[in-house]
């Protein structure tokens, strides 16, 4: 399999907090505000320091592009290497992904590319799907037409053009996060802060210099700059043109991350809660509420008809949950008013309704639309929480991967390494707080104190609490304990994650609030911590991490994977160009990428009958007899079938989550090896096919013919007709 080696050699305004306070924050937090710019604050003060924050802004991005490049060049040796080295360095479904690009590259004209795409009959054997509708690969039509159309291909290869847009994307990532932050403290260094601690803490903050194809890669940066765009929507200095400027851009944001991953709608949910909690605890208006939530189905609505009426959209969590909190809350006019005890025992029976009405509409929609493409999302759920099946196969393949068990501890080592966990859990504590004490004033408050009567007031309240402060700090609550639950969905977090703790560093609040708490609070003193202690930690971690990074960046690597080069090489010059290829989800896309030979199954796993058929598939790892594994092959149209060594004697997984072991379970058999089995579980009748084929065995050889074979590979051609005397065959080596 793929190795690294050693290179050998060339080859809005805001609710003031007290009156004392108000006068601090404009005197050293909006001296250098964005938007001071924005509400006509033109002095050459105001503009100089405004240019030198995006300035820092941009050439930070542009920092961490240069940098995850170089990382990827670095490991790959990438522009040294062959095509064929190139394109298997695209592992999993990534290689998957880039196929499409590149087949719309080779296609006649970008007519007939989409005509190809929308009738493809290469993903999988024997059936024709619209690719458009299927996955989310709107991304490679557009950098495919992009590319065809600009004056670029002379000098710029089509990898090298892929690539860098997606690592132009971690550019935008940066600025966004670098954006939130400065308009959540009102000082550009806490963009800096958070731009650093982007970079340093890059392990846990992206994974796009091996994964790039990969769909959060894509999406994740269009995230970080709809919860800029909300961020600053939820500021009420705004004009009213400015309001609808950010209401479109919240849309285009939220469009354009929903077209790029098809777990969007998850994602999307989550944010829903979000915006939920606020609206219940009276910290956004009707208004702002209604707004949001429309963005949202806008966008889910709009990516439904790009997506030729995908239902699995249409059947989303989010899009049942989003009617019916609206429809909810428009019934119940009186949720606000009445006693604190009144309010609370509103608040509680309507979500009991709301999650009531979400279900239902959700469960309809699922019958009316006949959905099944996303049950294993909802197995994996439920075996995660330990109400559902142990055995069943498509849950048990998620949570036997490490990216889908729990954070590992070592994570937040690594982040107080940086210095960003320890302001990250204060300023998370210290806004956990006020947020309470805020929203138990706002239920404690009599009619006529709802959000919309006081939006931009604070008269003779003790405290007072943002919105836009509000929602970054539900939204960093809400996607950690997403992280915490699966690892994988750290990515999501520890990126806000930045912004949250620089915010927590630079902003007047929390200072304001602990030198009031020292008793030493003043103008002077709060403006030198602010700028002061930013500076301070910016210099440590430079002086602690620079001589590391520029370690890490002088390591030179190469790709090497020679069995793999071999086996594509074979394929793509020894067997029929329409021949049909089964083995592992993994290896199929590979083999789509670098041979475009017609595949049995793919990793791309949001489809109910493509999960099946690759569970059929995989009975190549059980024990099964060679008749049965023959009939599953043709019934699936395959030509050849490719063995691998890795998951046939595997070893990375413990005992109960190996292929070989789902298989069993799945089929009842007793598991391999020394260990425990539920006492349901029998014996299988038969060995195990991929091992047993290598025993050259009449029963195997009447059916398969091995074509191939290295250290890692073997393939087996699955022979047109099936012998009479396989059968018999079978039965008498089966007696002996």
């Keep these: 399999m793929a190795t690294l080696r050693q290179r050998k050699g060339s080859k809005g305004r805001e609710p003031p907090l007290s009156a004392e306070f108000q006068s601090q924050q404009s005197n050293c937090c909006t001296d250098h505000h964005p938007e001071r710019i924005l509400h006509g604050d033109w002095s050459w003060g105001a503009i100089i320091w405004t240019s030198v924050g995006w300035s820092v802004s941009v050439g930070l991005g542009l920092l961490c592009c240069i940098y995850v490049a170089t990382l990827h060049e670095n490991d790959l040796w990438f522009s040294n290497i062959k095509e064929v080295e190139r394109e298997i360095s695209f592992r999993t479904e990534c290689g998957l992904y880039y196929s499409y690009f590149k087949q719309m590259l080779q296609a006649p004209s970008i007519q007939e590319g989409l005509s190809d795409l929308i009738h493809d009959n290469l993903t999988e054997s024997k059936r024709t799907i619209n690719l458009l509708q299927r996955m989310n690969i709107y991304q490679e039509v557009f950098l495919s037409v992009l590319y065809r159309s600009l004056p670029i291909q002379s000098y710029l290869e089509p990898v090298y053009f892929y690539i860098y847009t997606v690592f132009s994307l971690q550019a935008v990532y940066v600025i966004a996060l670098y954006l939130t932050a400065w308009l959540l403290s009102g000082s550009w260094l806490a963009g800096t802060l958070t731009g650093v601690w982007y970079i340093l ?42 309001q609808k400027v950010m209401v479109w851009l919240m849309y285009v944001t939220t469009f354009c991350f929903c077209l790029t991953w098809q777990f969007n709608q998850f994602i999307l949910l989550v944010q829903a809660l979000v915006i939920y909690t606020l609206d219940c605890a009276d910290f956004l208006t009707t208004t702002q509420v209604t707004t949001l939530y429309l963005v949202q189905v806008s966008a889910l609505l709009s990516v439904w008809l790009l997506q030729f009426c995908n239902s699995m959209i249409l059947g989303s969590l989010v899009l049942s949950f989003i009617v019916a909190a609206l429809f909810v809350r428009h019934c119940q006019s009186g949720l606000k008013t009445g006693s604190p005890l009144l309010r609370l025992g509103k608040l509680l029976l309507h979500s009991a309704m709301v999650l009531l009405l979400t279900c239902t509409i959700n469960y309809l929609a699922k019958r009316v639309l006949q959905l099944r493409s996303d049950e294993h999302i909802f197995k994996f759920i439920q075996s995660k929480l330990g109400l559902g099946s142990t055995r069943d196969f498509d849950a048990s393949l998620y949570l036997c991967e490490e990216a889908f068990g729990l954070l590992p501890l070592d ?50 309240r003790a405290v007072a609490f943002r919105p836009d402060v509000a929602y970054n700090l539900l939204h960093a609550l809400f996607y950690g304990l997403l992280a915490f639950s699966t690892m994988r969905m750290k990515y999501i977090w520890t990126g806000h994650m930045c912004a949250v703790a620089a915010y927590g560093v630079c902003g007047a609040e929390l200072w304001t609030l602990l030198l009031n708490t020292l008793r030493c609070n003043s103008k002077v003193l709060l403006r030198l911590v602010r700028y002061a202690v930013p500076v301070a930690m910016i210099a440590c971690l430079y002086y602690k991490f620079w001589p590391k990074l520029m370690v890490e960046l002088s390591e030179l690597r190469e790709f090497y994977d020679p069995d793999t080069v071999e086996l594509m090489t074979w394929i793509s010059t020894k067997t029929p160009k329409w021949a049909v290829f089964a083995g592992s989800m993994q290896l199929l ?59 046939c004697y595997e070893r990375r997984h413990r005992r109960g989550c190996r292929l070989r072991d789902l298989l069993d379970l799945a089929n009842g058999h007793v598991m391999d090896g020394p260990g425990e089995n539920d006492p349901d579980l029998v014996p299988a009748s038969h060995p195990r096919f991929c091992e047993a084929i290598k025993t050259e065995d009449a029963a195997y050889s009447a059916l398969f013919t091995r074509t191939f074979q290295n250290k ?17 065959s079978s039965e008498a080596s089966g007696t002996q």
């Design 712 to 728: 890692t590979f073997h393939v087996y051609r699955v022979k047109q007709k099936r012998k009479k005397s396989s059968k018999t």
């Design 589 to 647: 896309a590979g083999i789509k990428l670098c041979t475009g030979r017609v595949l049995t199954n793919h990793p791309h796993y949001e489809d109910k009958d493509l999960r099946e058929r690759t569970k059929q598939v995989y009975q190549v790892y059980a024990r099964r007899s060679p008749e049965e594994v023959y009939d599953i092959l043709r019934a699936t149209g395959a030509d050849y079938v490719v063995l691998e060594n890795s998951i």
């Design 201 to 242: 803490n890059r392990v846990d903050t992206t994974r796009v210099e091996f994964t790039i194809s990969l769909r959060e890669n894509w999406s994740l940066p269009f995230l970080a700059l709809q919860v800029t765009t909300i961020t600053c929507f939820l500021r009420p200095q705004l004009s009213a043109l400015q």
């Design 411 to 460: 994570t937040l080592e690594r982040l107080a390494g940086t210095l960003l966990l320890y302001p990250y859990v204060l300023t998370l504590l210290l806004l956990s707080g006020m947020l309470a004490v805020a929203a138990l004033q706002n239920l404690s408050r009599p009619k006529g104190g709802s959000a919309e009567e006081r939006k931009g007031g604070g008269e003779g």
